[in-house]
Antibody, heavy 121, light 107 residues
Framework: EVQLVESGGGLVQPGGSLRLSCAASGFTFSNYWMHWVRQAPGKGLVWVSRIKSDGITTTYADSVKGRFTISRDNAKNTVYLQMNSLRAEDTALYYC??????????????WGQGTLVTVSS | DIQMTQSPSSLSASVGDRVTITCRASQSIRNHLNWYQQKPGKGPLILIVGASALQSGVPSRFSGSESGTDFTLTISSLQHEDSATYYCQQSYGTPYTFGQGTKLEIK
């Protein structure tokens, strides 16, 4: 069964740091792009970042560029999101998702269950 | 950034009704448009890729179509289990962007 399990969320003060992890299983992790998407409480989905299968090419939303770093360890089947200089507006449920290519189209499938990050003093 | 404008933001319909949700892109995204279903406390589930390709395991009552920069998700005969929030997403280019979501309630 293809599965993604996020961890590492919690309560952090503004300006603080947190590292999220997403453990993958049930597929050849090293073949796929991976994404992080967040959802503020009661709000919609917002794409955050992506990383290519080789771990070299990364892309970020402007709102997190320079503060967040995505990385991966293909030997551990895990993708990470290092979040620094956290702000109240970063409070959200953070999902990881696999980019499962479908006939040349990008699609986010599957998604994990999410890990909650709360930035508050 | 490509803006995705989704409507309506919410709707209420009865079992057996035909339901339509629309999404408009601010520029051409060809047909790089996905639809997702999200139920409370769960991660989203892919329904349709490339504007109209129904994904494996998704009931055939779901369908998608496109006309230029306008995209439509249709549920032909609403079922109780379709109560959820639906999102469109453009996968044409980064930053990937989502519509605001449509909360579908069953009367």
């Amino acid at each position: 069964e293809v599965q993604l399990v996020e961890s590492g969320g919690g309560l952090v003060q503004p300006g603080g740091s947190l590292r999220l992890s997403c453990a993958a299983s049930g597929f050849t992790f090293s073949n796929y792009w991976m994404h992080w998407v967040r959802q503020a409480p009661g709000k919609g989905l917002v794409w955050v970042s992506r990383i290519k299968s080789d771990g070299i090419t990364t892309t970020y939303a402007d709102s997190v560029k320079g503060r967040f770093t995505i990385s991966r360890d293909n030997a551990k089947n895990t993708v990470y999101l290092q979040m620094n200089s956290l702000r109240a507006e970063d409070t959200a449920l953070y999902y990881c998702a696999r980019d499962g290519d479908y006939a040349g189209y990008s699609r986010f499938d599957p998604w994990g269950q999410g890990t909650l990050v709360t930035v508050s003093s | 950034d490509i803006q995705m404008t989704q409507s309506p933001s919410s709707l209420s319909a009865s079992v057996g009704d035909r339901v339509t949700i629309t999404c408009r892109a601010s520029q051409s995204i060809r047909n790089h448009l996905n639809w997702y279903q999200q139920k409370p406390g769960k991660g989203p589930l892919i329904l349709i890729v490339g504007a109209s390709a129904l994904q494996s395991g998704v009931p055939s009552r779901f369908s998608g179509s496109e006309s230029g920069t306008d995209f439509t998700l249709t549920i032909s005969s609403l079922q109780h289990e379709d109560s959820a929030t639906y999102y469109c997403q453009q996968s044409y280019g980064t930053p990937y962007t989502f519509g605001q979501g449509t909360k579908l309630e069953i009367k």
